[in-house]
Protein backbone atom coordinates (compact mmCIF):
# COMPACT_ATOMS: atom_id res chain seq x y z
CA UNK A 1 0.00 0.00 0.00
CA UNK A 2 1.24 3.28 -0.81
CA UNK A 3 1.72 6.29 1.06
CA UNK A 4 -0.91 9.34 0.07
CA UNK A 5 1.67 11.87 0.92
CA UNK A 6 4.29 9.97 -0.96
CA UNK A 7 4.99 11.03 -4.95
CA UNK A 8 7.60 8.93 -6.59
CA UNK A 9 8.80 6.87 -3.53
CA UNK A 10 9.50 10.09 -1.75
CA UNK A 11 7.25 11.47 1.43
CA UNK A 12 5.78 14.88 0.30
CA UNK A 13 6.34 17.36 3.15
CA UNK A 14 4.30 20.58 2.14
CA UNK A 15 1.08 18.68 3.43
CA UNK A 16 1.94 17.89 6.71
CA UNK A 17 3.53 21.42 6.98
CA UNK A 18 0.07 22.93 6.11
CA UNK A 19 -1.53 20.76 8.39
CA UNK A 20 0.42 22.15 11.12
CA UNK A 21 0.07 25.60 10.26
CA UNK A 22 -3.62 25.17 10.73
CA UNK A 23 -3.28 23.48 13.80
CA UNK A 24 -1.05 26.23 15.14
CA UNK A 25 -3.21 29.30 14.07
CA UNK A 26 -5.84 28.41 16.51
CA UNK A 27 -4.23 29.83 20.21
CA UNK A 28 -0.95 31.20 20.90
CA UNK A 29 0.00 32.44 23.91
CA UNK A 30 -2.25 33.56 26.52
CA UNK A 31 -5.36 36.69 26.76
CA UNK A 32 -4.29 39.39 28.96
CA UNK A 33 -7.38 38.20 31.20
CA UNK A 34 -5.39 35.10 32.26
CA UNK A 35 -2.35 36.83 32.62
CA UNK A 36 -4.19 39.26 35.04
CA UNK A 37 -5.77 36.14 37.05
CA UNK A 38 -2.51 34.47 37.43
CA UNK A 39 -0.49 37.49 38.64
CA UNK A 40 -3.75 38.00 41.32
CA UNK A 41 -3.21 34.45 42.40
CA UNK A 42 0.31 34.94 42.52
CA UNK A 43 0.26 37.84 44.77
CA UNK A 44 -2.25 36.86 47.25
CA UNK A 45 -0.42 33.58 47.96
CA UNK A 46 2.58 35.54 47.90
CA UNK A 47 0.60 37.70 51.13
CA UNK A 48 -0.27 35.14 52.78
CA UNK A 49 3.32 33.57 53.03
CA UNK A 50 4.90 36.93 53.83
CA UNK A 51 4.15 37.00 57.69
CA UNK A 52 5.63 33.38 57.97
CA UNK A 53 8.32 34.09 55.91
CA UNK A 54 9.55 37.11 57.89
CA UNK A 55 8.96 35.18 61.22
CA UNK A 56 11.34 32.56 60.06
CA UNK A 57 13.97 35.07 58.99
CA UNK A 58 13.40 36.41 62.68
CA UNK A 59 13.76 32.97 64.24
CA UNK A 60 16.58 31.82 62.47
CA UNK A 61 18.75 34.79 63.11
CA UNK A 62 17.37 34.61 66.70
CA UNK A 63 18.81 30.86 66.69
CA UNK A 64 22.18 32.17 64.99
CA UNK A 65 22.79 34.62 67.42
CA UNK A 66 22.35 32.21 70.17
CA UNK A 67 24.48 29.59 68.65
CA UNK A 68 27.49 31.82 68.33
CA UNK A 69 26.98 32.94 71.42
CA UNK A 70 27.09 29.64 72.74
CA UNK A 71 30.16 28.59 70.54
CA UNK A 72 32.00 31.56 71.94
CA UNK A 73 31.11 30.30 75.22
CA UNK A 74 32.36 26.73 74.38
CA UNK A 75 35.62 28.68 73.07
CA UNK A 76 36.26 30.50 76.32
CA UNK A 77 35.94 27.64 78.38
CA UNK A 78 38.35 25.90 76.02
CA UNK A 79 41.01 28.50 76.48
CA UNK A 80 41.00 28.57 79.43
CA UNK A 81 41.92 25.19 80.18
CA UNK A 82 44.87 25.31 77.31
CA UNK A 83 46.08 28.33 78.10
CA UNK A 84 46.09 27.72 81.94
CA UNK A 85 44.50 30.91 82.33
CA UNK A 86 41.14 32.46 83.11
CA UNK A 87 38.96 33.68 80.40
CA UNK A 88 36.32 36.12 80.11
CA UNK A 89 33.61 36.81 77.56
CA UNK A 90 32.33 40.33 78.04
CA UNK A 91 30.16 42.18 75.93
CA UNK A 92 31.09 45.19 73.79
CA UNK A 93 30.84 48.71 74.98
CA UNK A 94 29.11 51.46 72.13
CA UNK A 95 28.91 55.30 73.20
CA UNK A 96 26.08 56.57 72.57
CA UNK A 97 25.90 60.14 72.42
CA UNK A 98 27.36 60.98 76.27
CA UNK A 99 26.46 57.51 77.29
CA UNK A 100 28.22 54.20 77.66
CA UNK A 101 26.13 51.64 76.58
CA UNK A 102 27.18 48.18 77.33
CA UNK A 103 25.53 45.10 76.34
CA UNK A 104 25.93 41.46 74.35
CA UNK A 105 23.51 43.51 72.11
CA UNK A 106 26.66 45.40 70.74
CA UNK A 107 28.77 41.90 70.30
CA UNK A 108 31.27 40.08 72.71
CA UNK A 109 34.77 40.39 73.29
CA UNK A 110 36.40 36.73 74.33
CA UNK A 111 40.08 37.79 75.73
CA UNK A 112 42.50 36.32 78.53
CA UNK A 113 42.25 38.08 82.11
CA UNK A 114 45.78 38.82 82.20
CA UNK A 115 46.44 40.79 78.82
CA UNK A 116 49.79 39.25 79.08
CA UNK A 117 48.96 35.97 78.94
CA UNK A 118 47.27 36.35 75.44
CA UNK A 119 44.87 39.16 75.25
CA UNK A 120 41.84 39.26 73.36
CA UNK A 121 41.18 35.88 71.56
CA UNK A 122 37.72 36.29 69.29
CA UNK A 123 35.73 39.49 68.99
CA UNK A 124 32.18 38.95 67.78
CA UNK A 125 30.26 41.95 66.00
CA UNK A 126 26.30 42.64 66.94
CA UNK A 127 23.80 40.22 66.18
CA UNK A 128 22.06 40.49 63.14
CA UNK A 129 18.44 42.01 65.10
CA UNK A 130 17.51 42.57 67.73
CA UNK A 131 17.78 40.75 70.42
CA UNK A 132 17.65 41.37 74.25
CA UNK A 133 20.29 39.56 76.91
CA UNK A 134 19.94 38.68 80.59
CA UNK A 135 23.74 38.57 81.28
CA UNK A 136 25.04 42.40 81.56
CA UNK A 137 28.06 42.20 82.84
CA UNK A 138 30.85 39.52 81.88
CA UNK A 139 31.23 35.82 82.57
CA UNK A 140 34.70 34.20 83.42
CA UNK A 141 36.22 30.71 83.20
CA UNK A 142 38.82 29.59 85.55
CA UNK A 143 42.38 27.98 83.98
CA UNK A 144 39.87 24.50 85.15
CA UNK A 145 37.19 25.31 82.74
CA UNK A 146 34.53 26.22 85.75
CA UNK A 147 32.83 29.52 86.00
CA UNK A 148 35.10 32.10 88.42
CA UNK A 149 31.73 32.85 90.38
CA UNK A 150 31.51 29.34 91.37
CA UNK A 151 27.77 29.42 90.58
CA UNK A 152 25.76 28.05 87.73
CA UNK A 153 25.07 30.51 85.29
CA UNK A 154 21.86 31.12 83.06
CA UNK A 155 22.11 33.87 80.42
CA UNK A 156 18.83 34.45 77.98
CA UNK A 157 18.52 35.36 74.70
CA UNK A 158 15.21 36.99 73.89
CA UNK A 159 13.57 38.65 70.81
CA UNK A 160 13.14 42.48 70.86
CA UNK A 161 9.10 41.68 70.45
CA UNK A 162 7.14 38.95 71.57
CA UNK A 163 5.64 36.85 68.86
CA UNK A 164 4.31 33.42 68.80
CA UNK A 165 6.60 31.88 66.43
CA UNK A 166 9.92 33.45 68.14
CA UNK A 167 11.07 31.62 70.85
CA UNK A 168 14.09 32.68 73.92
CA UNK A 169 16.77 30.76 74.14
CA UNK A 170 18.61 29.29 77.50
CA UNK A 171 21.82 29.02 77.68
CA UNK A 172 22.99 28.03 81.12
CA UNK A 173 26.63 27.26 82.26
CA UNK A 174 26.76 24.51 84.55
CA UNK A 175 29.05 24.21 87.90
CA UNK A 176 31.24 22.08 85.80
CA UNK A 177 31.60 24.99 83.35
CA UNK A 178 29.78 23.54 80.23
CA UNK A 179 27.63 25.74 78.35
CA UNK A 180 24.35 23.75 76.69
CA UNK A 181 21.16 25.53 74.98
CA UNK A 182 17.93 25.44 75.61
CA UNK A 183 14.54 26.78 73.72
CA UNK A 184 11.56 28.25 75.25
CA UNK A 185 8.86 25.50 75.84
CA UNK A 186 5.89 28.10 77.11
CA UNK A 187 6.81 30.59 75.15
CA UNK A 188 6.73 32.82 78.67
CA UNK A 189 9.63 35.32 78.71
CA UNK A 190 8.71 36.40 82.58
CA UNK A 191 9.32 32.48 83.93
CA UNK A 192 12.62 31.96 81.50
CA UNK A 193 13.40 28.34 80.04
Known amino acids: ?11 DHSKSRKRRA ?18 AIVGFLSTLAMP ?15 ND ?6 YARSEAIARNTSVIIEPVTVTV ?13 VKCVSTTACGTLRTHS ?29 LLVQPASATGFLRM ?10 PSMTADQDNNMSNGC
Open 1 to 11: MKNSHAINGKF
Open 169 to 178: RCIRVGLNGR
Open 126 to 154: APNGSFGFSLTGELSFSSDGRPDSNSAAT
Open 52 to 66: NMRDMVANSRLRSTS
Open 22 to 39: IRMNGMNGFTMIELLVGI
Open 97 to 109: GSNEVVSFSNGWN
Open 69 to 74: LLTDLR
